[in-house]
């Protein structure tokens, strides 16, 4: 079978690796994705959904730092939870 840049998959494991440079970036910018319990048809087709990310430049962003992640998520964080679940969390 034909070896596919950047992809990679285990058939008993059914665990396929995506890894692929951004372009432009001059190899400084690398992504890296594992996707699990997926056969190798379906992780072809995911594999040419990420090749194409790369290409687009959506991947340049990359994961979310902490300061980024509070940023976004700080109300939901700072909701107070429900009364149903507050018995929990109170000390005894």
Known sequence: MKQLPGFSYDARKKRAVFDGYV???RGRVRR???VE???RDKALAE???FRSELQ???AIDGPLTLRQFVARFYDVIAA???SAVLWRYRPR
Request: proline fraction near 17%.
């Open 23 to 25: 372009p432009g970036m």
């Open 32 to 34: 890296h994705r594992t």
């Open 37 to 39: 319990n997926v056969s």
């Open 47 to 49: 594999w040419s959904a």
């Open 56 to 58: 687009s430049g959506r």
């Open 80 to 82: 107070r939870p429900p």
